[in-house]
């Protein structure tokens, strides 16, 4: 079929017009998305959950272990933020029965340091491990990596109980695949000038001794998402 004369140049100035704009917008359009920024990721959420060594009994904020602990962290590159889920006195159980709430914070990682107040109020070390278990299975159903850190029993309760109480952590560690870093108080337990007057929880530079030791291990932890 012909078109009627002179239709083929008006569909020509028809649509010229709207092809330059077509392709002008095609263009502007890939300019754009070349330069837009790229999308800012949100610091990994590290989620401490522990006790008073963790809240930071008897120091200011940023002297806690994760105020440091975080601090450390982005000194050596890693865009972090770490949650402090410490409360002073927290046995086992208290931590097992505030999960949950602590979850609401969406961390990335959980650091897990609970077990020194069952040991010192001579606790059943059976119901020590189940609270344990417990966390860290949650920890994990919810694919949050693992750094469980270990306590040791007072040496007043006796060898036995001491025993019992190491084969907590040895049990947890059979069952899960976690990071574990034997004794949180490494380097400071014991030490007059790195513990406040009550000698059980540690001063600031104290704190900082923890994180020096423990920062390897929670690395290695940060590694294993990437």
């Not at 000194?75 to 402090?84: C, L």
């Not at 990682?109 to 299975?137: C, K, M, S, W």
């Amino acid at each position: 079929m012909s078109l009627p004369a002179g239709w083929g140049c008006a569909w020509r100035r028809f649509l010229r017009p709207r092809l330059v704009r077509s392709r002008y917008g095609l263009v502007l359009l890939i300019v754009n998305l070349l330069l837009a920024p790229a999308a800012v990721a949100a610091p990994w959420r590290i989620l401490a959950l522990g006790d008073s060594l963790t809240a930071g009994y008897g120091l200011a904020n940023d002297q806690s272990f994760p105020a440091q602990l975080e601090a450390a962290l982005k000194s050596r590159g890693h865009d972090v933020r770490v949650i402090n889920g410490g409360v002073s006195g927290d046995t086992t159980a208290g931590g097992l029965a505030r999960l949950d709430w602590a979850l609401a914070d969406k961390p990335d990682f959980a650091i897990v340091e609970l077990g020194a107040n069952d040991g010192l109020r001579g606790l059943d070390p059976e119901q020590t491990y189940a609270n344990l278990d417990a966390i860290v299975a949650r920890l994990r159903s919810a694919e949050i990596p693992v750094l469980l850190a270990g306590m040791v029993a007072p040496p007043n309760l006796g060898r036995d109980y001491q025993e019992a109480f190491a084969n907590v952590y040895a049990r947890v560690l059979q069952k899960h695949p976690v990071i574990f870093y034997p004794f949180f108080l490494e380097g400071v337990a014991t030490k007059a000038g790195l513990n406040q007057e009550d000698g059980l929880h540690p001063t600031a530079h104290g704190v900082g001794v923890i994180v020096e030791h423990i920062l390897p291990s929670v690395e290695r932890m940060l590694a294993s998402r990437g």
